[in-house]
């Protein structure tokens, strides 16, 4: 196979579903009305992205060096890169099945809405895989640049566009930082390939002075660097206090959107942030984990405490995303190694695993729920628990998951986060996890109690549609799963952390 050839084959699971968003979008003007057949077309499509991963992780397999790279080293493919490409491959067939009556309301413009999702998908997908600088920033605005027009639909309401408007003068924003801070540690490094950055930074330490060696990273402007790169990933992230955005965007947009963004988006960002950190600045990680582990810990408690004086719904989650951002930092900040392995990296790929199960089967509840109530306060969920119990029992499920109750995704994924912070002696960040864990206790069991102990104000039943309920069931069984059988994706996890950090 040629070099060209070899390249498109590396990317052929992005390339698929950016093909397959476009494919959607002219396929609109042949199905006329039935638009129904656009949704039925985008989750067969998926398939074919998700074989070529299937034989991508098999030829991997075969490589001694277990990667392989194309287009001259700015992407490369490892089981981490895949791990990742999985994992947004699922959340996209969820979020389509889950959002089939949603999507519905704009139904002249329903081949844009999965269009638009598709491409930032693919932009997530290939963020994954970066392995130079200038691959992440075009990668992150593939993703972003189609979430501002998502953030907006279906256009008509006051704010959704405030929504769309807000995502994109602060995604604008956090990018221009972000690329002042790849300039920065190319000025420093002389590289923008994330895998030469751990052999120049020595390098460049050797060269300051006797005064300068004390600075962190061995040079003021890989300093600053890092530190602006930080910022602009803090804002992809919604790390405080960088977060300022998330909770405006998530009650504005679209509710599939507020999912792609609280799940997908996350998890790409992570998988750059693992991939920048553990392997391009590697060397020097005495200076940037102390960095991590207090961001972990301001921004987990700032979530949790202000959640707590919501009474929106969406709102709250949008809090909740920014505290289990902070639980996620801790597999970041933990780069102690056991052996051969890095829990660190391993427990956060876990983590976002089972936060995708727990956080995808609340979002699909209160999706269901608002559609047909038209309430998004949580005083509205009043009495659900006899309206629809189906629906009230899954979203207390999931809550009890984010909480972290045994025996749930949340919990062991919690476990193997904060195990990862003592092995790496950051025992404080661990405490500081538990304590949040128990502050968030007191809004989610809010929502819970409002469930089941009021009085319903209706007896009407709340229905669900069976694509809806097929969604809900996989998530609801993946939370389970997770908390009751770690081990299968844990192996998983580690087998692709141990390809980022050989």
Do not use: C
Not at 12 to 18: D, F, H, R, S
Not at 71 to 80: A, S
Not at 335 to 362: D, Q
């Amino acid at each position: 196979m040629g070099l060209e050839a070899r390249d498109i084959y590396l990317i052929a699971p992005e390339l698929g579903i950016a093909v397959l968003g476009m494919l959607i979008v002219f396929l609109d003007l042949a199905v006329g009305r039935r638009k129904d057949l656009l949704l039925v077309f985008a989750l067969a499509g998926l398939l074919v992205p998700t074989a070529f991963g299937i034989l991508l992780w098999e030829d991997i397999d075969g490589l001694q060096a277990g990667a392989d790279e194309a287009f001259h080293g700015t992407v490369v493919l490892d089981k981490f890169a895949l791990f990742f490409k999985f994992l947004i491959i699922a959340i996209l067939a969820l979020l389509l099945l889950a959002s089939r009556e949603y999507i519905s309301r704009f139904r002249r413009h329903q081949a844009e809405f999965i269009g638009l999702v598709f491409l930032s998908a693919a932009g997530l997908m290939t963020l994954a895989s970066a392995a130079d600088l200038i691959t992440v920033y075009i990668a992150l605005e593939l993703a972003a640049l189609p979430v501002v027009a998502l953030a907006a639909f279906p256009g008509s309401e006051v704010r959704s566009i405030e929504a769309g408007i807000k995502f994109l003068l602060l995604s604008a924003i956090s990018s221009a930082v972000l690329l002042y801070g790849f300039a920065y540690i190319y000025g420093a490094t002389g590289t923008v390939r994330i895998f030469s950055l751990d052999s120049a930074v020595p390098t460049i330490a050797t060269m300051v002075t006797a005064t300068d060696s004390t600075i962190p990273f061995g040079s003021y402007a890989l300093l600053v660097g890092v530190v602006l790169t930080v910022a602009g990933l803090g804002f992809k992230l919604s790390i405080v206090p960088f977060q300022m955005w998330t909770p405006d965007v998530y009650e504005g947009a679209p509710t599939p959107v507020g999912a792609f963004l609280a799940v997908a988006s996350k998890a790409a960002g992570f998988a750059i942030l693992l991939r920048l950190f553990h392997v391009g600045l590697g060397a020097v990680s005495d200076d940037w984990t102390l960095l991590f582990a207090i961001l972990s810990a301001v921004t987990m408690t700032v979530g949790n405490v202000v959640a707590i004086a919501q009474s929106n719904l969406k709102r709250l989650l949008g809090y909740s995303a920014i505290a289990h951002a902070g639980y996620m930092l801790i597999g970041v900040a933990a780069v102690a190694e056991t052996g051969s392995e890095n829990i660190g990296p391993s427990g956060l790929m876990f983590y976002l695993v089972a936060y995708g199960a727990m956080n995808l089967t609340a979002f699909f509840a209160i999706m269901a729920i608002t559609s047909r109530t038209g309430n998004e306060q949580i005083d509205g969920l009043a009495g659900m628990a006899k309206r629809s119990p189906w629906l009230a029992g899954l979203l207390a499920f999931s809550l009890l998951s984010l909480m972290g109750v045994p025996p749930t995704a949340g919990f062991m994924g919690k476990l193997f986060l904060f195990n990862a912070a003592v092995d790496a002696d950051l025992v404080w960040l661990a405490v500081m996890g538990t304590v949040n864990s128990v502050v968030s206790a007191y809004y989610y069991v809010r929502i819970i109690r409002v469930m089941y102990l009021p009085e319903a104000p209706s007896t009407e039943r709340l229905g669900i549609s069976i694509p809806a309920s097929m969604a809900l069931a996989v998530t609801g069984v993946g939370i389970l799963f997770l908390g009751i059988m770690p081990n299968a994706l844990l192996d998983v996890a580690r087998t692709a952390a141990r390809s980022l950090i050989p």
